[in-house]
């Protein structure tokens, strides 16, 4: 057989290994579904009241957001974000009573009361307060009041919860269940990025991403519901945070396209403080921005996952600034995203145009080294060879260790660094939702360019043109044959399958990633065609054969470290 068909039956027959890998893993090897439904019913059966009584709703509304109350229950019924849609440009409701209800639960001598039970009398001050009033025990006083505030603008809407009468040494207890529905076009990629998490007074973070169920052992000061680019949560006093949390989830199937998770939870509030006026709680209903995420409670940015330690830092002090930077002046997050590769390609053009320039003058100083290596031919002469060649080069101007190099090692580990983080940033940062850019609607979705009748399994029902091309990039230089291969063939051969099943992983990558690594792979062409075309080689050539002239480097001409590293030997010897 002919030796490339069968690299070409090697690199297939290992493909498909591969996927057959995967097909296996996530069909036979996911998690189970049904261990955790009737935990997470027990909490949901506390809050829907099967027969609840019809009663007019409650407007709260201000520049951003539109909140509807119920009175039945005293509880929050329906959230919509004013200024923002779902992906097929419908109203954005956070929150409805389909998909969310919340109660407390009070302790009372008599058992506990829910107040999805109780019917709350109204008294509407204006458009931004409304307070809620139950009496519990008329004879023995015993009352609940809700003040709910929401603030001429923002996504805080603030809950003071009073009770009075109530003697018992009990907590209460406020229950909220969610379904976390589909707001972005592809549920795969929510998915990955909506989970209910939590953060305690030890300042830890913690998340449920699975069928699962957790109670945190620390005071939680803030519970969240995060979609992968809205959150809805609840934020406990300051000087009081929950006692106790039970956190519930059950991950929706992969074949439900409108619900990525159930969620509930079950906060312990001591009575106490509901007694003594330090019940104000905070919802916050709103877009995962992270200069408006600072503002709300500590620790609360965290909701925007941007990669783990070192990854977070980059994206939080380095990527997140220059974008926004960028994004001034263009008016457009993809073009902020082009801007920024060429500029982190910038940082390095410098020390690149140094390493070439070095290599030509090493070109240059190829048939002195290969003097020293006849002079010196024995194996235990190896250490004699690199001290002469190192003395040549300081001799030549060449410095082997600078200032220059170590900056260039920096920079491009930092340049290595910055992608596993920009992919972490283009799935959580808010600013690339909705922006489009040439024939893609939506930079932070796939790139869905051609939409397939079916669905390949790890490739997608779509094909994405900017994965396609980032792919074709990378091949171009060889198809051009503008670099010579410096690998061996086992190796190269790999690395091509790599980048082939890349080209899998990418397809359902958001397009904003990418699009980066498209540019990234053509700015990482320009600069050695520019140098090839460019730089003349026979000018540096030239001052090194004018030194050799001048200064001639003969073999014997020894350094003093070579010197004292015979005598050294001789002695060993005799």
């Known amino acids: 057989m002919d030796k490339s068909k069968s690299d070409f039956l090697d690199i297939l027959f290992s493909f498909l290994l591969v996927q057959l890998f995967f097909i296996i893993l996530v069909n036979y090897y996911s998690p189970s579904k049904v261990a955790g439904e009737p935990k997470i019913n027990q909490l949901k059966n506390l809050v829907y009241a099967p027969n609840s009584t019809a009663t007019p709703d409650i407007v709260l509304e201000n520049e951003d957001t539109v ?20 992906w097929d440009q419908l109203p954005l409701v956070l929150l409805d009573q389909q998909n969310s209800s919340m109660c407390m639960l009070f302790p009372t001598k008599n058992g506990l009361v829910n107040t999805k039970d109780c019917l709350f009398t109204v008294e509407q001050k204006d458009k931004n307060q409304v307070v809620f009033t139950y009496i519990l025990d008329a004879a023995k006083k015993q009352t609940v009041i809700y003040t709910y505030t929401l603030p001429k603008k923002g996504y805080q809407l603030s809950s003071q919860v009073q009770v009075s009468g109530l003697d018992t040494m009990q907590n209460a207890q406020f229950v909220w269940y969610n379904k976390l529905q589909k707001l972005e076009k592809y549920a795969f990629l929510s998915r990955n990025y909506s989970y209910l998490q939590y953060y305690g007074k030890n300042k830890k973070l913690g998340y449920l991403n699975a069928t699962t169920e957790k109670e945190p052992n620390t005071p939680i000061v803030w519970v969240s519901n995060k979609h992968r680019f ?25 074949g439900d396209d409108t619900m990525l998770m159930e969620t509930a939870m079950l906060l312990e509030v001591p009575l106490k403080n509901l007694q003594a006026d330090k019940g104000l709680f905070t919802f916050y209903f709103g877009p995962n921005k992270y200069a408006t995420l600072q503002k709300v409670a500590p620790g609360f940015e965290k909701n925007i996952f941007l990669g783990y330690v070192v990854i977070r830092h980059v994206n939080k002090y380095i990527i997140l600034p220059i ?6 002046y263009t008016n457009n997050y993809a073009w902020a995203i082009i801007l920024f590769t060429i500029l982190i390609k910038l940082l390095l053009l410098y020390f ?10 090493k070109k240059a100083l190829k048939p002195a080294l290969e003097a020293i290596k006849a002079k010196y031919p024995d194996e235990k002469d190896k250490h004699v060879v690199q001290i002469a060649e190192m003395n040549l080069y300081t001799k030549m101007g060449i410095p082997q260790f600078s200032v220059t190099n170590l900056l260039m090692v920096l920079l491009q580990i930092l340049s290595l660094g910055i992608q596993p983080a920009m992919y972490y940033f283009m799935c959580s940062a808010f600013s690339f939702r909705q922006v489009p850019f040439l024939w893609v609607s939506d930079i932070s979705n796939c790139d869905d360019f051609i939409c397939l009748p079916f669905n390949i399994p790890l490739f997608g029902s779509h094909i994405s043109l900017f994965a396609l091309l980032m792919t074709l990039v990378f091949f171009l230089p060889r198809l051009y044959k503008q670099a010579q291969p410096t690998f061996s063939t086992s190796i190269q051969r790999a690395i091509d399958m790599l980048a082939i099943f890349f080209l899998f992983l990418a397809n359902s990558y958001p ?34 054969e004018e030194k050799m002239k001048n200064a001639p480097v003969t073999i014997d001409e020894r350094p003093r470290a070579l010197v004292r590293l015979e005598k050294k030997r001789r002695k060993k010897k005799y």
Request: proline residues 5%; hydrophobic residues 40%.
């Open 511 to 544: 397009a904003g990633f990418c699009l980066y690594r498209f540019v990234y792979s053509i700015v990482d062409m320009i600069p050695p065609l520019f140098f090839k075309y460019f730089v003349d080689e026979s000018i540096y050539i030239a001052q090194i």
């Open 230 to 254: 809205f959150t809805k949560s609840i934020i406990a006093p300051a000087s009081s945070p929950f006692t106790k949390v039970k956190c519930m989830t059950h991950k929706a199937s992969k």
């Open 323 to 328: 974008i926004d930077f960028l994004d001034k």
């Open 352 to 361: 690149l145009y140094n390493s070439h320039i070095t290599s030509i003058k």
């Open 67 to 86: 909140v509807t109350l119920n009175p039945q229950g005293g509880s929050i019924k329906k959230v919509k974000l004013k200024n923002y849609k779902t």
